[in-house]
């Protein structure tokens, strides 16, 4: 999707009903190589475990229709690159760079297009991010960090003004993420989940990394990989609406941060 130039827009004002209702579907459609690595055999058209690429491209195509120009991406843990595929996929690809930062770099990476691959344990106080961009992803990440506030406040030096950090990860409600997260530590596997995010946690983060929270949905009522309802738009659109109701219990919740 090639947009053309434009003046920087205000900032915009996106709400979670417009992840419910205005955001289209369409595009997970073009998603077949990023279905095949959630559900094999594929057998349906919209799987809810898709919105999370869903929710973080809109949230980049929101900032490239405010900037009016080609956006500088950097995304910490691209895993096998869905990310930058489901972007390109969707016919997205007006994208001045898009850097890739992992642990553990994967093979098929050398032929997914990043712009520049960077080999990095992001959980060491050391690291931190020599360019600025416009768009840091750190998607299903944080929860696999003991301290993902350090984090968030080094990548957040790493942001132009105005720009954003956004990312997603699973829920709880404030009344039982302390407990929650003492106990996924005690039986946490190497690179498992050890961290707990409500969305007052989420607030905060924002706030102690100098940004300011202006979006944030949950996703989801109930998830079930590969059953027929995953057919259904109005199933999708069902589960937007309770998680952009009910962000605490929305399964997983997806949300932007900007300087």
Not at 154 to 179: D, E, N
């Amino acid at each position: 999707m090639i947009l053309s130039k434009q003046k920087p827009s205000s900032i915009p004002s996106t709400t979670p009903l417009d992840s419910a209702w205005n955001w289209s579907l369409a595009v997970i459609d073009a998603q077949n190589w990023v279905k095949d690595i959630f559900v094999k055999p594929r057998v349906t058209r919209y799987p809810v475990k898709l919105l999370r690429y869903w929710f973080m491209y809109n949230l980049i195509r929101e900032e490239r229709i405010r900037l009016g120009r080609p956006l500088r991406v950097c995304e910490i843990g691209v895993d096998r690159g869905q990310m930058l595929r489901f972007t390109r996929d969707a016919g997205f690809a007006d994208i001045a760079c898009w850097v890739a930062v992992d642990c553990r770099l994967q093979p098929e990476l050398g032929e997914s297009g990043y712009t520049r691959q960077i080999e990095a344990n992001v959980d060491l106080p050391d690291f931190f991010l020599d360019e600025k961009y416009d768009v840091i992803i750190v998607l299903h990440l944080l929860e696999h960090l003991f301290e993902p506030e350090q984090l968030t406040q080094r990548l957040s030096a790493a942001l132009v003004p105005g720009g954003v950090m956004i990312g997603g990860f699973p829920v709880t409600p404030k009344c039982a993420a302390s407990y929650w997260q003492k106990r996924i530590r005690r039986t946490a596997s190497q690179f498992g989940h050890v961290s707990v995010f409500s969305p007052q946690r989420v607030e905060s983060m924002a706030n102690s990394s100098g940004l300011r929270l202006d979006f944030i949905s949950g996703a989801f009522l109930m998830r079930k990989t590969g059953a027929f309802i995953e057919n259904s738009k109005i199933w999708l659109r069902l589960n937007l609406l309770f998680g952009a109701l009910f962000p605490a219990l929305g399964g997983e919740i997806y949300w932007r941060m900007r300087k």
